[in-house]
């Protein structure tokens, strides 16, 4: 990381010249590890999440093991850069009933949310842990609780804590939850059925299904889930995804994507689309037959589509198709000839492909695009991730002040 390289060249460059000074260089070593745990203290900064935390607060965990619980969540919270437009934490505790205590939009400090997370009360009573993914997923993550628009691509998480086998269905509601694209961890303690677990959490379950014998046991969980949501691999690299279509990674996960005119399948990996017609000439779009299409069918007609050829209606929107003897490229609208294999059309989003590898904002430009970082961050020389303005800030005035006190050792040495 560009922190970890300059805290290192300042050392093997700032050492030999300290030891010709009285300086101590252990004093100066210990305050550069200070720096380094400082610009470590915060390694999810850069990865805003919607993330909702759904705990089990029935009558079988006990006032001890409940608190347990509470710290956990705190602790989970340290690596969590919590602000309005950074990562947003709600939680909503469930028994018998569902009893939301602060939803995405309610504070925006880690210190407010740790409060609130002291202040919780045992609900003491059932275990209805489908009620509470349905109502995460119906109202949790909403607009007016809080979540970020899906455009925006903001990873939606939504963790689990159970102790116990659910007295409602939790197969079909985890499914839609994640079918609506939320990623859930699912963590059971003590007697929970991982076939119940596996049913709840998203896949890969190794990452986001985990089980511990008992409640003191859950702390052994924090590192997991630091490496889990403060970094990792782009899953879709590596890991057999098998999406139909498109495959989009997240923070330990994937989810699978269907390209337009598609809508994916309960199984969430593949996609359907309805039949179409041979289209017999040139012309610039197509419908279906007289006996099943409208005028409010005619999507093609009524929405700025992009197809470089041929626009298709389907029943649930369009598709693009081209000429014979061209193919469509990837973002599914433009078009190649099949004999040169060269583009004819540079409308592409290449932000909306998926392999920017920006770390923060994509922004296309004509047969391109750029990284660009949120207000207080700065660009790397690499061109995708981004660094804490306030952070090179504290280098650079930490970097002058050691450099100076140099300076004034080797004036007085030579004066000597």
Not at 341 to 352: E, H, K, Q, R, V
């Amino acid at each position: 990381m560009l922190q970890d390289f300059i805290i290192v060249s300042f050392s093997a460059a700032a050492l030999q010249v300290l030891s010709m000074s009285n300086m101590c260089v252990s004093q100066v070593l210990i305050q550069l590890k200070v720096v380094h745990i400082f610009l470590q203290k915060n390694p999810c900064e850069a990865t805003p999440l919607d993330f909702v935390f759904v705990i089990d607060s029935s009558r079988s965990i006990r006032p001890n093991d409940y608190e347990k619980v509470k710290t956990f969540i705190i602790q989970i919270l340290q690596f969590l850069d919590i602000g309005h437009n950074s990562t947003r934490v709600g939680l909503l505790q469930y028994g018998s009933v569902v009893e939301p205590e602060f939803s995405l939009n309610t504070y925006n400090s880690r210190a407010q949310v740790e409060q609130a997370v002291r202040d919780m009360k045992h609900l003491a009573t059932g275990t209805m842990t489908g009620l509470a993914i349905q109502y995460t997923m119906e109202v949790a993550f909403t607009k007016k609780q809080g979540a970020r628009a899906v455009h925006l691509h903001i990873p939606r998480i939504a963790m689990i804590v159970t102790d116990g086998r659910p007295q409602d269905t939790v197969e079909e509601v985890a499914a839609a939850a994640r079918q609506a694209g939320i990623q859930i961890f699912a963590i059971g303690v003590g007697r929970v059925d991982m076939k119940t677990l596996k049913a709840i959490g998203s896949e890969p379950h190794s990452e986001h299904v985990h089980l511990v014998a008992n409640f003191s046991q859950i702390e052994t969980l924090i590192s997991v889930f630091r490496s889990a949501l403060c970094g990792g691999d782009e899953m879709c690299e590596v890991v057999d995804h098998q999406c139909q279509h498109i495959c989009v990674s997240s923070p330990a996960s994937f989810r699978c994507k269907c390209k337009k005119g598609f809508t994916l399948n309960s199984d969430g990996k593949t996609c359907k689309g309805e039949s179409t017609w041979l289209h017999a000439a040139f012309t610039k779009h197509y419908d279906l037959p007289p006996c099943c299409s409208s005028t409010a069918d005619d999507t093609c007609a009524v929405v700025d589509h992009g197809c470089g050829h041929i626009c298709v209606n389907l029943p649930d929107g369009y598709e693009c198709h081209c000429h014979p003897g061209y193919e469509l490229t990837v973002d599914q609208k433009t078009y190649m000839t099949l004999l040169m294999n060269a583009p004819l059309s540079l409308g592409i989003d290449y932000c909306d492909l998926g392999n920017h590898g920006c770390e923060q904002n994509c922004v296309s430009v004509p047969a391109s695009y750029i990284c660009r970082c949120n207000k207080g961050y700065v660009l790397n020389l690499d061109g995708k991730t981004c660094s804490s303005k306030m952070v090179l800030d504290f280098i650079s005035n930490f970097l002058s002040m050691k450099i100076k006190v140099v300076v004034q050792n080797l004036v007085q040495f030579n004066s000597i």
